[in-house]
Antibody, heavy 118, light 107 residues
Framework: QITLKESGPTLVKPTQTLTLTCTFSGFSLSTSGVGVGWIRQPPGKALEWLALIYWDDDKRYSPSLKSRLTITKDTSKNQVVLTMTNMDPVDTATYYC??????????WGQGTLVTVSS | DIQMTQSPSTLSASVGDRVTITCRASQSISSWLAWYQQKPGKAPKLLIYKASSLESGVPSRFSGSGSGTEFTLTISSLQPDDFATYYCQQYNSYGLTFGGGTKVEIK
């Protein structure tokens, strides 16, 4: 059974750096072709893809957010970490991690709401 | 980025109706398109990948078609559990992009 779960702060201040951890089970990020991605959704709005990391450590970022994002993996811990710098109130959203078998997302975490406010 | 445009943004339908949602890409994405269903407060659920491949466990009343720039998601007979918001997503190229969503409401 594949599960993913996001963890991190629920409230961050403007200009701070957000660090989110995705802890997963039921698959390995050392398996060829497998990736884990981050997607966010502001309240009442559409989904927005942020970043992806693959089994071979290939990393992909949203062009509009690339300068603010870093994605890493710890295969031994079954974790993927996303950091986003210089947080702003417009970054308030539910952040999801999800497994990527080939560009799309078949298993999702429950999401974690991050509010950016002073 | 490839822009994905869904229509309509909202759709009112009754149980038993045949429902069609359209997704258009700003350039050709071959068949690299996925569809998701999302209910309030829940994570999206994968329905269709590669434009027309049904994800395991998804009811056969859902189907996808299209290639290039125009795609459709069809629900052959709308069920009470199908009232939700639906998103398309292209994975032809990075950055991956989602459509703006189509909310299917009860008529």
């Amino acid at each position: 059974q594949i599960t993913l779960k996001e963890s991190g702060p629920t409230l961050v201040k403007p200009t701070q750096t957000l660090t989110l951890t995705c802890t997963f089970s039921g698959f390995s990020l050392s398996t060829s072709g497998v990736g884990v991605g981050w997607i966010r959704q502001p309240p009442g709005k559409a989904l927005e893809w942020l970043a992806l990391i693959y089994w071979d450590d290939d990393k992909r970022y949203s062009p509009s957010l690339k300068s603010r994002l870093t994605i890493t993996k710890d295969t031994s811990k079954n974790q993927v970490v996303l950091t986003m710098t210089n947080m702003d109130p417009v970054d308030t959203a539910t952040y999801y991690c999800a497994q990527d078998p080939g560009g799309y997302f078949d298993y999702w975490g429950q999401g974690t709401l991050v509010t950016v406010s002073s | 980025d490839i822009q994905m445009t869904q229509s309509p943004s909202t759709l009112s339908a009754s149980v038993g109706d045949r429902v069609t949602i359209t997704c258009r890409a700003s350039q050709s994405i071959s068949s690299w398109l996925a569809w998701y269903q999302q209910k309030p407060g829940k994570a999206p659920k994968l329905l269709i990948y590669k434009a027309s491949s049904l994800e395991s466990g998804v009811p056969s009343r859902f189907s996808g078609s299209g290639s290039g720039t125009e795609f459709t998601l069809t629900i052959s007979s709308l069920q009470p559990d199908d009232f939700a918001t639906y998103y398309c997503q292209q994975y032809n190229s990075y950055g991956l992009t989602f459509g703006g969503g189509t909310k299917v409401e009860i008529k």
